[in-house]
């Protein structure tokens, strides 16, 4: 993978050399930015890396990536996402990490998971789901991505500013709803229609799971109306070695509406990981 084409790894903190890094990844369409509230809180000393996934904050378009991995150019995958940041650890000396992700984050982990287990010592899978869309969501996303193209603006998915929050925090915290619109605001229309159109053809990754003997933890917002509960005790159900934090009066956005027990989660699975 040339320069050009590498994924902005962002390093959140810089701990001990001889620990496993904790990889956070990024929900749609955000950037690296909703992680900051949740490293801020983590104890001990980690170092923290998080990529900006494919089209979103610093990092290079989706189609500049999958080019630079020799991947078609011209279907959206997260399989591309995976591996390009399989390949910014391995360019910044990561063999082996924690790797956690919130929704469209969690998502990619999997596809890491499947694509690199080598590279996985723990998996967080935060209000995030393992199973693949209905013909029904497929076809929202796929009108989503032509709509922000047709318009080339983000404003279809300006709705995400209070559907990700929980029905307490869409009233009591006007300020995360702005702070989510201002993050939404940054991204542009064509890593919005990369990233629909890339999650519109991910696969069922439960078996994937099934698979995994390693620590994870699986982290729901109870009031989550877009990764329910359902969906995080799905993937309870199949995990082996896991523990389930289901997050009061909070959405999907758990990272920012209560990181608290989301850093917490996050700090018992580096310490599970690295015993
Ligand atoms: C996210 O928060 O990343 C999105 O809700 C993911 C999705 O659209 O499935």
Redesign the pocket.
């Known amino acids: 993978m040339t320069t050009d084409g590498m994924l902005r790894l962002h390093v959140l903190r810089q701990g001990a050399p001889d620990r496993l890094p904790l990889v956070l990844l990024?929900?749609?369409?955000?950037d690296h930015r909703m992680w900051l509230d949740v490293t801020d809180l983590l104890p001990g000393d980690p170092t923290v890396l998080a990529p900006d996934l494919p089209g979103f904050g610093a990092s290079p378009a989706g189609e500049d990536v999958a080019e630079a991995l020799g991947a078609p150019t011209d279907a959206p995958s997260l399989d591309v996402a995976a591996d390009a940041v399989a390949a910014a650890l391995q360019d910044a000396g990561v063999e082996r990490a924690v790797v956690a992700g919130?929704?469209?984050?969690?998502?990619v982990a999997m596809a890491l998971l499947e694509r690199h287990p080598g590279l996985v010592a723990g998996l967080g899978l935060i209000?995030?789901?393992s199973t693949a869309?209905d013909d029904a969501?497929r076809a929202r996303?796929l009108d989503v991505a032509a709509t922000v193209l047709a318009e080339m603006r983000v404003d279809a998915v300006f709705g995400?500013r209070t559907?990700?929050l929980g029905a307490t925090n869409r009233v009591a915290r006007p300020d995360l709803v702005d702070r989510i619109e201002g993050w939404i605001r940054d991204q542009g229309p064509a890593a919005v229609a990369w990233a629909?159109r890339a999650?519109a053809s991910r696969p069922d990754r439960t078996e994937v799971l099934a698979g995994f003997d390693g620590p994870a933890v699986v982290v729901v917002g109870e009031e989550d109306e877009?990764?329910p509960p359902p969906a995080a005790e799905h993937m309870v159900d199949v995990l082996r070695d896991v523990e389930l934090t289901v997050v009061p009066r909070a959405g999907?956005?758990t990272s920012n509406e209560s990181p608290e027990p989301v850093a917490a989660a996050l700090a018992g699975l580096l310490r599970r990981a690295q015993a």
Do not use: E, I
């Open positions: 990024h929900g749609f369409p955000l919130l929704s469209m984050g969690g998502y209000d995030t789901r869309d969501a996303r995400m559907a990700v629909q999650m877009l990764a999907h956005m």
